[in-house]
Structures are given as structure tokens and as C-alpha cells.
């Protein structure tokens, strides 16, 4: 090692990633896959469930994708933009509050420093200290008190849009066999749950959670659904 990369090292420097877990993606994307694997496999199987042709079963499960993935992804901008637009409102209550009574509001702040250990003295300082960027304190208040970023809302153009392609992708998995000529159910049901406990283990990947357990829930919850739903569409059918 060189004199000179000793100099420009830092003793005990120390750097680490962190995965993005704000951006609004994760979330939506392994719902609908997930939502459109159990939710077309299901309907697949209760219309099958009720010995209709295999024709039938196609058009169902084809309207089952196109009307579950433009649901999920209107579902999905309504809620995030619904909840963007109450942390907006909420951030506007704040700011017009620091405007009106400023010196309160930094009391406020070093209030909350101070709960979390920061010593009175020291919190005052740093409240103060914050407060004196009109741009930025109105940030540290929402980041203290309302527990968002104000500069990094989820975007509803990214949950609609993952959500639709997630929920598309998992409904055509079901139809697959249909689409290549299968006629019975069997082999959707086989291709459906294979996708069903690898959509479980690669979550795992995300979550840290050992990839056979959430596999195996994946499954689990996904097969039973499947079950009933082909009980009910054998019991009418019948």
C-alpha cells in the first residue's frame, strides 16, 4: 500500500448500499403478479370446474386478465396519488404553520429531538440551526413529524404501470397451456403453481426471508383458492 492511498484513506471508513425501498415498485408488482396468478387460476378453474369446453375457458380467462390488469392499475394510481395528495395537503398545513408561528414550530422540532435522546441544549441548537432555511425546514418537518420524504413520493405512474404489467404477466401464465392447445386443466394448474412458488422464493430476494417458506406460502394460499373456487364451479355446474 502506497503513502498516498494511506493518506486519502479515512480510518474506520466504513460504506454501504441500501436497496430502494421507496419508489413504489416492490409493492404493486408483487401484488398483481401475484393477484393475477391466484385470481386467473382460480377463475380458469371454477369455469373448468363446470365441464364447459376448453373454448370457453380461454375467453374466460382472457377477460379475466384484461379486466383484472386495468382494474389493479387503476386501483393502484387512485390509492398512490389519493395518498400523494394528502402528504401534499398535510406538508401545506405544516409550512403555513412555520410561517405563522415559526418559533413554536422549532420548539416543536426540538421537542422531537429531544425524545429521541438528544440532549435539550444540543436539540434547541440543531432546531434552531434548521430553522433558518425557509427551503429546507418545512422538509425536516415533514421527514420529523409526518414520517415522509416530501422529494421522494411514490410515483401512481409507476404503481399503475407495475401493477398492470405484474398482474398481466401472472394471468397469462394460467392461460398459456390453453393458448398452445391444452384442453384439460391439469397442466395450467402445474404451470400456474411452479410460477406461484418461484414469484414466493424470488420475493425472498427482497425481503430476506428463506426462499423455500415463501415459496411454499405462495403456493399454499394460491392452491387453495384454486380449490374452492373448482368446487363451487363443479357443485353449480352440476
Known sequence: M??????????????????????????????????????????????AGAHVSAHNVLLTGLAGLAAGAFSMATGEYVSV?????????????????IARVPEAEQQELAAIYVARGVEPALAAQVAKQ?????????????REELGVDPDDLPSPWTAAGSSFLAFGLGAFLPLLPYLLGATTLPVSIALAGAALFGAGAAVSRFTNRNWYYAGARQLALGGLAATVTYLIGSAVGA
Open 130 to 142: 434548521l430553522s433558518a432555511d425557509p427551503e429546507q425546514v418545512w422538509r425536516v418537518h415533514a
Open 2 to 47: 502506497t503513502a498516498e492511498t494511506t493518506a486519502t484513506r479515512t480510518p474506520g471508513e466504513h460504506h454501504h448500499d441500501h436497496r430502494d425501498v421507496t419508489g413504489g415498485w416492490l409493492r404493486p408488482a408483487v401484488f398483481g403478479v401475484t393477484d393475477g396468478l391466484v385470481s386467473n387460476t382460480s377463475l380458469i378453474a371454477g369455469v
Open 81 to 97: 396519488a389519493s395518498q400523494a395528495e394528502l402528504t401534499r395537503a398535510e406538508i401545506d398545513v405544516e409550512k403555513a404553520e
